[in-house]
């Protein structure tokens, strides 16, 4: 057996009160008391699109370069990447790569667009003259978005607290039907007219696609429902913001409704009993999460847009190499042994105040001392 020494076990009991914590707050995250004390600690509703959609899967941090290879061509290096996991990646997306030593050229590092060769192999070139030899795994990279510089992947996940799915489904035309609608007017607030009865309600997002000269109708909206043969494209789910017609509708154009599924993804367990009850869906989504990657499913043809996360974010102590995360406020981990720190500077004094209470709570259960759960759980009424 490994011996851990008291300072550790101290240490790691607070880690994981932090974690229970934060899942219990999180369930009143509606109240702005317990919002503002899960400030800097969660991240809530972070967006990513799914940068492969043949993959269906997330990274949970940056992925790590297993070597690098280079040739010298008229002043400009060629640099061959590989990874040893898949590297999730499509040609013309934008990586930074950082933490490369051995080679002179990446230093400072790279950020730009990239080839894909295969699975586990991407190009890129820079204007250097490149020299040395790689020091195998010291790299690593992440996909960025070149307008907003946000990561399209996860850089500072730790505990997941909830996933939603956005899938989306054709719907219309139904097979053997050319299309089913018979009108996108060319108004201040398009209007999509059918033929027949659907079962699309206000407040559902859909995707059209298909129309040749009222294009503003093309994208995926709100949607508000004027009568069973009739509904109203808006921007935004109070119905402020109308989409306006630019066009002539054109009864000819191969249109596509296409419904827009956003749900909560529910964990695969390993101890599941399999049946067709549990097969996933774009209704009824599901995901599995290792050590590196969350993977979705269904997998495709089912088309996954993205996926948005609520979770507690890594530690500072842990997470320092992307300085474009530190305007989130990381918070530290706790070392009792530091009597220097003041805590106050990185977590929320009610959760401070709340904190022991849970340390005292996980050691009772640990140790099945119920003397000391019940008096933890007298306090815990006495300061609610």
Same mark, same amino acid.
């Given at each position: 057996?490994?011996?851990?020494?008291?300072?550790?076990?101290?240490?790691?009991?607070?880690?994981?009160?932090?974690?229970?914590?934060?899942?219990?707050?999180?369930? &009143?995250?509606?109240? $702005?008391?317990?919002?503002?004390?899960?400030?800097?600690? !969660? %991240? /809530?509703? +972070?967006?990513? *699109? =799914?940068?492969?959609?043949?993959?269906?899967?997330?990274?949970?941090?940056?992925?790590?370069?297993?070597?690098?290879?280079?040739?010298?061509?008229?002043?400009?290096?060629?640099?061959?990447?590989?990874?040893?996991?898949?590297?999730?990646?499509?040609?013309?997306?934008?990586?930074?790569?950082?933490?490369?030593?051995?080679?002179?050229?990446?230093?400072?590092?790279?950020?730009?667009?990239?080839?894909?060769?295969?699975?586990?192999?991407?190009?890129?070139?820079?204007?250097?003259?490149?020299?040395?030899?790689?020091?195998?795994?010291?790299?690593?990279?992440?996909?960025?978005?070149?307008?907003? &510089?946000?990561?399209? $992947?996860?850089?500072?996940?730790?505990?997941?607290?909830? !996933? %939603? /799915?956005? +899938?989306?489904? *054709? =719907?219309?035309?139904?097979?053997?039907?050319?299309?089913?609608?018979?009108?996108?007017?060319?108004?201040?607030?398009?209007?999509?007219?059918?033929?027949?009865?659907?079962?699309?309600?206000?407040?559902?997002?859909?995707?059209?696609?298909?129309?040749?000269?009222?294009?503003?109708?093309?994208?995926?909206?709100?949607?508000?429902?004027?009568?069973?043969?009739?509904?109203?494209?808006?921007?935004?789910?109070?119905?402020?913001?109308?989409?306006?017609?630019?066009?002539?509708?054109?009864?000819?154009?191969?249109?596509?409704?296409?419904?827009?599924?956003?749900?909560?993804?529910?964990?695969?367990?390993?101890?599941?009993?399999?049946?067709?009850?549990?097969?996933?869906?774009?209704?009824?989504?599901?995901?599995?999460?290792?050590?590196?990657?969350?993977?979705?499913?269904?997998?495709?043809?089912?088309?996954?847009?993205?996926?948005?996360?609520?979770?507690?974010?890594?530690?500072?102590?842990?997470?320092?190499?992307?300085?474009?995360?530190?305007?989130?406020?990381?918070?530290?981990?706790?070392?009792?042994?530091?009597?220097?720190?003041?805590?106050?500077?990185?977590?929320?004094?009610?959760?401070?105040?709340?904190?022991?209470?849970?340390?005292?709570?996980?050691?009772?259960?640990?140790?099945?001392?119920?003397?000391?759960?019940?008096?933890?759980?007298?306090?815990?009424?006495?300061?609610?």
């Amino acid at each position: 057996m490994n011996y851990i020494s008291p300072g550790a076990q101290a240490n790691m009991y607070f880690e994981k009160a932090i974690i229970e914590l934060v899942e219990d707050l999180y369930l &009143q995250i509606q109240d $702005q008391r317990v919002k503002d004390e899960l400030y800097g600690l !969660v %991240t /809530t509703g +972070y967006k990513i *699109p =799914i940068i492969n959609p043949n993959s269906n899967s997330i990274y949970l941090a940056p992925i790590s370069v297993l070597s690098i290879a280079y040739a010298n061509i008229a002043g400009t290096a060629h640099y061959a990447v590989r990874t040893l996991l898949p590297n999730n990646l499509v040609t013309g997306q934008t990586i930074a790569l950082s933490g490369a030593t051995g080679l002179t050229g990446l230093v400072a590092g790279f950020a730009g667009s990239i080839t894909v060769v295969s699975p586990t192999e991407f190009t890129f070139t820079q204007v250097v003259v490149e020299s040395g030899v790689y020091n195998n795994n010291s790299a690593t990279f992440y996909v960025y978005d070149t307008v907003t &510089q946000e990561p399209l $992947q996860l850089i500072d996940y730790f505990h997941l607290l909830n !996933v %939603t /799915t956005t +899938y989306v489904k *054709p =719907i219309y035309p139904p097979v053997g039907i050319p299309t089913l609608i018979t009108n996108a007017s060319n108004t201040p607030t398009v209007r999509i007219s059918f033929f027949t009865y659907n079962n699309l309600r206000s407040g559902d997002i859909i995707t059209l696609a298909g129309f040749s000269l009222n294009t503003n109708a093309n994208g995926t909206f709100y949607i508000n429902k004027v009568n069973d043969l009739q509904f109203d494209l808006y921007e935004d789910s109070k119905f402020q913001i109308p989409v306006a017609g630019n066009g002539l509708y054109v009864p000819t154009d191969p249109m596509t409704i296409s419904y827009n599924y956003t749900r909560v993804a529910k964990p695969y367990m390993p101890d599941e009993k399999i049946s067709q009850l549990s097969n996933p869906s774009e209704d009824s989504p599901r995901y599995l999460e290792s050590d590196l990657m969350f993977k979705f499913y269904p997998l495709p043809p089912s088309v996954l847009l993205s996926v948005s996360l609520d979770y507690l974010r890594l530690p500072m102590d842990v997470y320092r190499a992307n300085p474009q995360s530190l305007f989130r406020e990381p918070y530290t981990y706790i070392d009792t042994s530091n009597g220097v720190l003041d805590l106050s500077t990185f977590y929320h004094p009610r959760f401070l105040q709340r904190l022991p209470e849970k340390v005292l709570d996980l050691v009772g259960r640990n140790s099945r001392d119920n003397d000391l759960l019940q008096e933890n759980q007298q306090i815990q009424q006495n300061n609610p």
